[in-house]
């Protein structure tokens, strides 16, 4: 009867929200994880500060905190994310050669990606007991490619360096690629329509693109034309991977959900979090439940769009 059942009835993969150990400490939290939610992502635990902040050390406690929980509650795991600019320790970013950073990439992906293959919840389709998001947050607002220390070093050859660490890693793993503003069909859908479509020319290096959707309030208008231009690209999987919204209006949540129920390789939604208090934007209200972990109306449109 939760959100994550509705739309498993709906033919979809999961309803998913983030967490981590700090939330996974909440008995509230963890109660509307268990009752609605079929899918976690680690919000923070995963990234490369809190994986290897030193090169070639890896800590995994707070990973393993996620992992370990979603394993005993039959939870899928969406990883998050492998390579992102952001949340990058110094060592990294100061890398100025070729090989060393193509080597610090593998490296990372094959430790983290190897630490949880084949450890994870499956329903009956392993190759979806985990996706790993690779990237996050690559292009630029005009489609373009983003300056980081992967895309000065390297180039875009570092997309497929990347993808083709984590599939020899992890292959049955979906992979995926995700980033924000591919909230309607803009030109940064467009730039990631042509990224995907290159990568993806002889090889099939990415097998989804991942939409955050954080929203603005009456921000719902394009989702499903963003889904629709994001599948167009040929890949087999396409996903809202961090959605709130301002204020959680239920038109706009309504909307949401609605867009994904109507592309067909819309697998799932994952809300980044579960209650308002524990956003990253708790100031805007943006979730389902509230500060007491209570079902807002913004639950009960999504509830409603499912039936
Ligand atoms: O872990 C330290 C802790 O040791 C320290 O005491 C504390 C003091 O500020 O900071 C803690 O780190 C914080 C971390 O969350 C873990 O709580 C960082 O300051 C804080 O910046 C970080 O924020 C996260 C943010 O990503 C970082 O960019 C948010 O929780 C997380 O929700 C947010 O998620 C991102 C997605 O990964 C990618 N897409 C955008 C999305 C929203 O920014």
Redesign the pocket.
């Known amino acids: 009867t939760g959100l994550d059942a509705k739309m498993k009835a709906k033919g979809k993969k999961y309803f998913g929200s ?1 967490a981590d150990s ?1 939330t996974l400490n909440i008995a509230a939290n963890v109660a509307v994880l268990k009752s609605d939610f079929g899918q976690v992502t680690p ?2 635990s995963m ?1 490369w500060d809190a994986t290897e902040n030193s090169r070639g050390s890896f800590t995994f406690s707070g990973a393993d905190t996620l992992v370990n929980w979603a394993v005993s509650n039959g939870k899928m795991i969406r990883g ?2 492998l390579v992102w600019h ?2 990058l320790p110094g060592w990294v970013s100061s890398i100025g050669d070729k090989a060393t950073l193509t080597s610090v990439i593998q490296n990372h992906i094959t430790n983290v990606a190897g630490r949880y293959k084949g450890k994870l919840y499956v329903d009956g389709d392993p190759g979806t007991s985990l996706t790993h998001c690779i990237f ?2 690559i292009l630029n607002e005009d489609g373009s490619l983003r300056s980081s220390v992967f895309s000065n070093v390297l180039g875009e050859s570092f997309v497929t360096i990347a993808f083709t660490a984590a599939r020899s890693t992890d292959p049955s793993a979906k992979l995926y690629i995700n980033d ?1 503003n591919l909230d309607s069909n803009n030109a940064k859908v467009q730039g990631m329509v042509s990224l995907v479509k290159r990568i993806n020319a002889g090889t099939k290096y990415i097998d989804g693109i991942g939409t ?1 959707m ?1 929203l603005e309030a009456n921000g719902a208008g394009g989702a499903q034309a963003a889904l629709t231009a994001l599948a167009s690209s040929g890949v087999s999987e396409v996903a809202i991977t ?1 959605l709130d919204i301002k204020s959680a209006s239920t038109n706009d949540y309504t909307t949401v959900v609605k867009a994904c129920l109507a592309v067909s390789q819309c697998v799932g939604i994952t809300t ?1 979090g579960v209650s308002d208090v524990n956003s ?1 934007r708790s100031g805007n209200t943006p979730l389902l439940f509230d500060n007491n972990y209570r079902p807002k109306a913004a639950y009960n449109a999504v509830i409603t769009a499912l039936s």
Do not use: L
Request: aromatic letters at 18%; proline letters at 0%.
């Open positions: 983030c700090n919000e923070n990234k998050h994310t952001s949340q996050s947050e924000y955050q954080h961090e980044w990253w």
